[in-house]
């Protein structure tokens, strides 16, 4: 398995509070990813990255931003949480431009 | 944009052989991935399909063909821990942005 992290593993919080998320893997894969999953949407990807520093939108990209300082690490901030962003949020990984490897999620409530 | 669809729900036996389609339509297409994820867990690669035709791996094959927009996982001898969605994703253009299906739910039953 690919060594990805993903902390915290469970959150709750309330409306209008800032939220980050974090990935971390010990890959040193060039490509990172975050992704949003809820029932009826499947997998969508939220931001992406190809590099430090260098970062990019996906499909629901509005009220989200993110940050890669460091190879290992990719950073999902929720600037002020919505209900609508309760959702299970998955990072992935991969070298290339083929397989991704996810990591374990993160359950977010926004109460 | 994309359109990807595979049933949503599928219940099979446990020695059985099961099917799994998913349809795409999509602009530049680049490959189609198949996942398996169990309840409360991350998805877990299977296959990576880009040109047309029959890939196995033990249990598990994948079938592509582009021209139609149509792929197929194919689960042989099915034991009770294949329960789990299995996710159809469709690579488009040069980026590795990947769009995911809904998922199919398989319940493997004795």
């Known amino acids: 398995d690919a060594g990805i992290t993903q902390s915290p593993r469970h959150k709750v919080t309330e409306t209008g509070t800032p939220v980050t998320l974090r990935c971390h893997q010990t890959e040193n894969h060039r490509y990172m990813y975050w992704y949003r999953q809820d029932p009826g949407h499947g997998l969508r990807l939220i931001h992406y990255s190809y590099g430090v520093k260098d970062t990019d939108k996906g499909e629901v990209s509005d009220g989200y931003s993110v940050s890669r300082s460091k190879t290992e690490d990719f950073l999902l901030t929720l600037e002020s949480a919505t209900s609508s962003q309760t959702s299970v949020y998955f990072c992935?990984?991969?070298?290339?431009?083929?397989?991704?490897?996810f990591g374990p999620g993160t359950r977010l409530t926004v109460l | 944009g994309q359109n990807i669809d595979q049933p949503t729900e599928m219940t099979a036996t446990e020695g059985a052989i099961v099917q799994i389609n998913c349809t795409y339509q999509?602009?530049?297409?680049?490959?189609l991935f198949w996942y398996q994820q169990h309840a409360g867990e991350a998805p877990t690669f299977l296959s990576y399909n880009v040109l047309d035709g029959l890939e196995e791996k033990g249990r598990f094959s994948s079938f592509l063909s582009r021209s139609k927009g149509y792929s197929y996982l194919l689960l042989k001898e099915l034991q009770m821990k294949d329960s789990a969605s299995y996710l159809c994703a469709v690579k488009e253009g040069g980026a590795n942005n990947l769009f995911f299906g809904t998922g199919t739910r398989l319940t493997v039953i004795p």
């Open positions: 992935a990984i991969s070298e290339s431009l083929d397989t991704q490897y």
């Open positions: 999509t602009s530049g297409f680049n490959g």
